[in-house]
């Protein structure tokens, strides 16, 4: 039986690193994962437990110190990250030298464009190596981007938002059903889990229970994703996040005019030649449309849509499992792609 593979997650403790770790415990091909606690983090007797009682009955989950010279000694191949967006920038350059390959869920290698980068405000210690990771760090949607994602040193994980709204546009866009010159605009909305684990005054108890709002308009950080996996100007795309008053799932409702007259047909058609053989898509048969509790707790991205009587305007409803699909269940679907296994491993 060939050996499992070894792997480390840094930042077990937040939501989606949580996520991964429940899924990476049940992956047939992998080890127990390695827990790491920050640098920063000066609790040494610290555990996983301490901050999700559920793993408490299941065996011990410790949280070793970043070392790199242990975790080659203890044969640690792939590194997850689910850290804050500073510190993978600062991490994955000394990872990368050790000869890790890493899947980084921030927004530390998402984005190419210096424009789109700005919103993150990043300052590099070496600028160089961080302009060379950049360069060759792959974008981990899997569904645009499997064939560079196997020999990949370094994946980016999408951002949640992004990677409803891209998955949802990028047929019909390469297809070039849509007028871009008349606009797209995307209505997203958000469980809380999506704003983090670090509490605020937004994400309180009190100011989301019986609530809905709009967030960061014109100004969100995965609108630079979207502008470049989809190939968009920024005048083209519109894009406003709300928050829900629910723990978790993301429902992004599109809105975009056609080029030409279609019918329903040729838009499933084109939805399902694009996605052919993907697993993790879902498309439904209009007018039946995606509802959020539809793909909970899975790794699915659901789309549907709704085609006007004048076959001009479309309406394109996509959800995900911001946790899941949208952070930790598409990391393992970018790591089964990296060691050459089918997409289904570990996420059934």
Known sequence: MPAKLKTAVLGATGYSGAELTRLLLRHPRVEKPILLRRPSDTDANASLADTFPAFSGNGSYPLQPLSWPSLKQQGVELLFLATPHEASRSIVP?????GLRVIDLSGAWR???????AAYAFTDADSVTAAELT???VYGLPELC???????????????????VILALAPLLSAGLVDRGRGIISDSKSGVSGAGKEPNSRTHFVSVADNFSAYSVF?????GEMLEQLK?????LIFTPHLLPIPRGILSTIYV???REVKAGEIESCFRGFYAGRRWVRVFVTPKLPQIQFSLHTNYCDLGFCLD??????VLVSCIDNLLKGAAGQSVQNMNLMYGWNEEEGLQ
Request: positive net charge.
């Open 94 to 98: 000394e990872a990368v030298a050790q």
């Open 257 to 259: 005019h056609l080029s």
């Open 146 to 164: 499997a064939d560079r994602i196997p020999n990949a040193a370094l994946v980016a994980n999408p951002g949640c938002y992004a990677t409803s």
């Open 309 to 314: 009587d004048s076959g001009r305007r479309l």
């Open 135 to 137: 360069e060759k760090a």
């Open 111 to 117: 984005l190419k464009q210096p424009q789109n980068r």
């Open 232 to 236: 968009l100007n920024s005048s083209e």
């Open 219 to 223: 100004g969100h950080r995965h609108l």
